[in-house]
């Protein structure tokens, strides 16, 4: 725990509908810090725009905020309408389901529907993990505009996870012209050593990638016997949520048919 940081945080909570403005004499007395201290802290969340200073040299929330919270809107927003599809695949599937968003260099997952023979005993919702390795990182990472692409990789250290992890940016750049093609990405233990993945990307209403979806289970056949099956039916979960996000595809031959019958089950 870093104190400055904490102590940050207890000077924007102060602030509410009640008390929208708040002098330093005040916060200094509410949180017990000498003004000194409080001085320094406003004057950092200030450089970053969460704090603002007003005529009568009150502070106020600062217009930063408003960005964050509406990132928060647009992440609730996907979760609140991937969650009942993302259930249906879990079903479906009878193995772990997961959504991620982008967040940097990094995957961020905000849901998931794991089953109980989970090789890890906890949930991953708010853990990170990186995209060249995981099956919903290369998902989104192959429809990202191509100069974002290079930024990303160019910022990425390349860790090796387990034997299969790839190590080299021109093998992930070959394996993302891959993805394109098929429209599905897959994680053969590359990350979790004994966890084979399959993940399908999800756009909005602009066409851009927002997140993504993986199917996750414990067996190899995931990725060998079960893939055709499995593919199609993360790909058709992920265009489900993307309609659903106000994406029209560009071309009818894009659109994922309806499983048949006998693909809803394993």
């Not at 106000?246 to 994922?256: I, K, T």
Request: net charge negative; charged share 20%; glycine share 4%.
């Amino acid at each position: 725990m870093i104190n400055s940081v904490l102590k940050a945080i207890d000077v924007l909570c102060l602030f509410s509908p009640a008390t929208p403005r708040l002098a330093l004499t005040e916060i200094s007395r509410r949180l017990g810090l000498p003004k000194s201290t409080v001085h320094s802290l406003l004057a950092t969340l200030m450089a970053r725009g969460l704090v603002e200073k007003m005529d009568d040299d009150s502070y106020a929330l600062g217009p930063e905020l408003i960005s964050l919270t509406q990132s928060v809107r647009v992440n609730v927003e996907i979760r609140d309408r991937a969650a009942p599809l993302l259930r249906e695949l879990a079903n479906k599937t009878r193995e772990s389901i997961y959504l991620t968003i982008l967040d940097g260099t990094r995957c961020l997952y905000i849901y998931a529907v794991e089953t109980h023979h989970r090789l890890l005993a906890r949930s991953a919702v708010g853990e990170h993990a990186p995209l060249y390795c995981t099956a919903v990182g290369k998902a989104m990472l192959a429809y990202l505009p191509q100069d974002q692409v290079e930024q990303i990789i160019a910022a990425t250290e390349f860790v090796q996870f387990t034997p299969n992890t790839i190590t080299d940016s021109a093998a992930l750049c070959a394996e993302l012209a891959q993805i394109v093609e098929r429209g599905y990405a897959t994680d053969r233990s590359e990350h979790e050593q004994g966890v084979y993945c399959v993940g399908a990307p999800i756009f909005n209403h602009r066409r851009e990638v927002v997140a993504a979806c993986s199917v996750s289970g414990a067996s190899p056949g995931l990725l060998e016997e079960a893939l055709d099956q499995t593919a199609h039916l993360v790909r058709f979960t992920a265009q489900e949520i993307s309609r659903r996000m106000g994406y029209v595809p560009a071309s009818p031959a894009m659109v994922v048919p309806t499983p048949a019958d006998n693909d809803l089950s394993t």
